[in-house]
């Protein structure tokens, strides 16, 4: 761990520390302790994080929320808050929250047995305390106040649950689901509001139906995206951004934003040579085909540079893809905080 530490940094900043919610594209190393598959804390993931450690990101490197940090002067990496080796010393200035393969919905975190978004919200609590007993009442309330809360969370709702699973799909029209995953979006908005939260960016969807392993799947039109799941996609972010300009007019001092990043990945998918990749159909770990989680590992032979691939594995994306979304959210939506 002493690797990971020696990669940190800490100047001052307007934006007190990076509080983050979510799945796997935010995870940065929570699942590593707790019993599920839904793992990446084994090589080749971490091949290009400082040190070539894999530390339970599902990537070759960073997150979009490690170089989010980094941006606001904060440290490179975001710590996971049940990793041990991480202190509140740590994380006053971020905190990772996040959980692989969950979503909005109890039922996807169930899938695969992670922490669901109502888990995540008492370990912010508990977070709160420890940060009030280590800094005192008024400081934490302060480092709250002034934190950016990041959230990234839906994919798995539909990737796992929706599209996979016929419990969801039986009960809902996809424009129904999404509507309750709205309301969930609602009620964990107003609650992290009514604990300090004050500064809130969420991360929209992404073309999820052009994941590696959808176009794999996709066998009436090989190779191609699932346009159903991009639908769902674009339909989720229509109504996320309503619900986010009514938050806006409700919630006294709350600023709250939403990064939409659909364009950018179909952009992404459409004219990858645009953006410095060479492939965006397949991950580069083992054929890229459908290999995740577990089936991404040190047997599983890679590609030469991951930095030409737009996804790492067959469903996350590469380092360097990452850093682009990053970079975009900072330039677009986040930008009112830095």
């Known amino acids: 761990m002493i690797s990971l530490l020696n990669c940190t940094y ?11 919610f979510g799945d796997s594209t935010v995870d940065s190393g929570n699942n590593n302790f707790i019993i599920t598959i839904a793992k990446s804390n084994f090589r080749p993931y971490g091949k290009d994080f400082c040190g070539g450690v894999p530390t339970g990101r599902f990537s070759n490197g960073r997150l979009p929320t490690d170089f989010i940090s980094k941006a606001f002067g904060l440290p490179q990496i975001v710590p996971a808050f049940l990793d041990p080796s991480y202190t509140i010393k740590h994380f006053a200035s ?7 393969s969950t979503g909005w919905d109890r039922v996807t975190a169930g ?3 992670v922490i669901p978004i109502s888990m995540q919200l008492e370990y912010y609590k508990q977070y709160q305390r420890m940060l009030i007993e280590h800094q005192g009442e008024a400081k934490a309330k302060r480092i709250i106040r002034d934190a950016l809360h990041v959230i990234s969370l839906g994919s798995n709702d539909f990737i796992e649950n929706y599209f996979l699973l016929p419990i969801r799909s039986s009960q809902f ?10 309301s969930r979006v609602n009620n964990f908005v107003r609650e992290i509001y009514e604990l300090g939260a004050r500064k809130i960016g969420i991360i929209g969807l992404g073309p999820i139906g052009c994941v590696p392993v959808e176009r794999t799947i996709n066998l009436a039109a090989f190779g191609k995206c699932r346009e159903e799941m991009n639908d769902a996609a674009r339909e989720f972010n229509v109504k996320l951004q309503q619900l986010v300009a009514t938050l806006n007019t409700e919630l006294h001092g709350l600023r709250i934003v939403l990064g939409d990043i659909f364009d950018l990945g ?7 040579s645009a953006y410095g990749f060479k492939n965006v159909a397949k991950g580069c770990c083992g054929t890229g085909l459908f290999e995740v989680s577990i089936l991404c590992n040190s047997l599983s032979p890679t590609c030469h ?12 994306p590469s380092q360097r893809a990452y850093h682009i979304v990053a970079d975009y959210l900072l330039e677009t939506a986040f930008s009112v905080f830095l």
Do not use: K, Q, R
Request: proline share 2%; glycine share 4%.
């Open 94 to 100: 971020g905190v990772c929250f996040a959980s692989a």
């Open 111 to 113: 899938i695969f047995n």
């Open 266 to 272: 179909l952009d992404i998918i459409s004219n990858p």
């Open 173 to 182: 029209t996809v424009s129904e689901y999404i509507d309750f995953l709205m």
């Open 305 to 316: 540079d991951a930095d030409e691939y737009g996804f790492w594995d067959a469903v996350h």
């Open 10 to 20: 800490i100047i001052s900043a307007d934006v007190s520390a990076v509080i983050v």
